[in-house]
C-alpha cells in the first residue's frame, strides 16, 4: 500500500470516527435537553387541567355559598312550604347559565326540603330520585350541614364523575344557627372535557380509576402515581405522542379519576431533526475537509516525495554521482532532499577518490614493472611470474 492510500485510509476512519462520536454525543446530549423539555410541557399541560378543574370547584364552591349563605334560603328553611321562592330562584336558565346539573337542600334532620336535577345537554328538568336519595344519605354531605364550614371536591356518582360542593345554611352575614345543608353538582361531562382541552390546548380526557378498560398506559401510571410522590407522570406512549397523568381524588381522599392529556412530540420531533441537519452539515463539512486535506498533502508532501523518489531512482540507474535531486524550500522534505544532495556529493568525493588511489596503485605496478624488466635485460634473463608463467606490463591510466 502506497502512502498516498494509507493517508486516505487514516483520513477516511478518523472522518467516520470523530462523525460516529459527535452524532452519538449530540443525540444524546441534544435530545436529553429536547426530552426534558417535552417532558416540563406535558407536565405544563397537565396543570392547566387541573387548574382548570380546581376553577370550576372553586366557581361551584362560590355558587353554593352564595345560595347557602343567605338570608332568603335561610328564611325558607325555616317555612319549607314557601316551595315558589325556591323554585323562582333555581329556574333552568338559571341552572344553564351556573353550570349546575343538581341542586338539593336538606335539613338538618335529613329531610329534603327542595331538589331539582337539570340535564344541560337536553336543557330539561330531569326526574332523577336516586340521586336525591344518594345525596341526601352521604355523611360527607350530613357533616357538612353540621358544621360550618363549607366544602367542595370531586365525586363520582353513579359511574360519572362530578363536582360537588356543600354549605351549611346560614344567613348572610354567615350566622347560625345552621337550618341545613345545600348541595350543589356539576358533571364532568362531554363539553366540559371539550372545553378542557381547548383551555389546555392538548388532546384531555378524564376516566374513572375503577374502570377495567384503562389502557395499560393508563393502568401502568395510576400504579406508579399511587406508589411514588411525584403528583404527575409522564410516559413517552410511541415516537409521536406523549401522555402527562394526574390523579384526582375525591371528598374523601380516595384516588377517583384520573387526568390524561396527550401532546405531539413536535419538541422531541423539532430536536431529532435538529441532530439529523447537524450530523448531515457534519458530514458535507468533513467532506470538504478530507478532499482539501487530501488535495494539500498530495500538492505539498505526496507529490515532493513521489518527485523526489524519481529523482532518486534516475539517478541510480544512470550512476551519475554528478546530478542532485530538487530540495526547494525549508519543510522535512526539502531537507530530505539536502540530505540526500548531501549524500551524492559524499559519493561522488569518494568515487573520486577511489579512482585516484586506483590509478595511483597502477602508476606504481607500471613503475616497479619497468624497472624489473631493466634490470633482467641487464642480466640477460626474462622476468618470470610463478608458477611459470610471464608477466605482462601495466600500463598506467593514461599511457598507450
Avoid at 135 to 150: E, F, H, I, M
Amino acid at each position: 500500500m502506497s502512502l498516498g492510500q494509507k493517508t486516505l485510509v487514516i483520513l477516511f476512519l478518523t472522518v467516520i470516527g470523530l462523525t460516529g462520536i459527535l452524532h452519538v454525543a449530540t443525540r444524546i446530549l441534544l435530545l436529553r435537553k429536547f426530552a426534558a423539555l417535552e417532558e416540563r410541557e406535558t407536565r405544563n399541560a397537565v396543570e392547566r387541567a387541573q387548574n382548570a378543574i380546581n376553577d370550576a370547584i372553586e366557581t361551584l364552591s362560590a355558587t353554593t355559598n352564595d345560595y347557602g349563605a343567605w338570608d332568603k334560603t335561610y328564611a325558607f328553611m325555616e317555612h319549607p312550604a314557601a316551595l315558589a321562592s325556591m323554585q323562582q330562584e333555581f329556574k333552568n336558565e338559571a341552572l344553564q347559565g351556573l353550570h349546575i346539573n343538581s341542586v338539593l337542600i336538606m335539613d338538618p334532620a335529613g329531610t329534603v326540603a327542595f331538589f331539582k336535577a337539570f340535564d344541560s345537554s337536553l336543557k330539561l328538568e330531569r326526574n332523577f330520585a336516586e340521586l336525591k336519595e344518594l345525596l341526601a344519605a352521604d355523611s360527607w354531605v350530613k357533616q357538612v350541614g353540621s358544621s360550618s364550614t363549607p366544602a367542595s371536591g370531586v365525586l363520582v356518582l353513579f359511574g360519572r364523575p362530578t363536582l360537588i360542593a356543600a354549605c351549611p345554611i346560614l344567613t348572610s352575614e354567615r350566622k347560625g344557627p345552621s337550618r341545613g345543608v345545600l348541595v350543589m353538582t356539576r358533571d364532568l361531562d362531554g363539553q366540559f372535557v371539550e372545553n378542557l382541552a381547548a383551555e389546555t390546548r392538548s388532546s384531555t380526557s378524564l376516566a374513572l380509576v375503577s374502570d377495567p378498560k384503562l389502557e395499560a398506559d393508563s393502568q401502568h401510571a395510576i400504579s406508579a402515581l399511587r406508589s411514588a410522590t411525584a403528583g404527575i407522570s409522564v410516559l413517552v406512549k410511541n415516537s409521536q405522542m406523549v401522555s402527562g397523568y394526574k390523579l384526582l381524588y375525591d371528598i374523601r381522599g380516595n384516588p377517583a379519576l384520573v387526568l390524561q392529556t396527550e401532546l405531539p412530540r413536535d419538541l422531541f420531533q423539532q430536536g431529532l431533526t435538529s441532530v439529523h441537519y447537524f450530523t448531515g452539515a457534519l458530514v458535507l463539512s468533513n467532506l470538504v475537509f478530507g478532499t482539501v486535506t487530501v488535495g494539500l498533502l498530495r500538492k505539498n508532501i505526496l507529490s515532493r516525495l513521489i518527485h523526489l523518489n524519481t529523482e532518486i531512482n534516475r539517478i541510480g540507474q544512470e550512476r551519475d554521482l554528478n546530478s542532485r535531486v530538487e530540495a526547494v524550500g525549508s519543510d522535512e522534505v526539502a531537507k530530505l532532499g539536502g540530505a540526500i544532495n548531501t549524500m551524492l556529493e559524499a559519493l561522488q568525493k569518494g568515487d573520486l577518490q577511489f579512482r585516484q588511489i586506483a590509478d595511483n596503485i597502477r602508476q606504481v605496478l607500471w613503475t616497479r614493472l619497468q624497472s624489473g624488466s631493466l634490470m633482467s635485460a641487464r642480466r640477460g634473463s626474462t622476468p618470470r611470474m610463478s608458477q611459470g608463467r610471464t608477466c605482462s606490463p601495466i600500463p598506467p591510466a593514461g599511457m598507450g
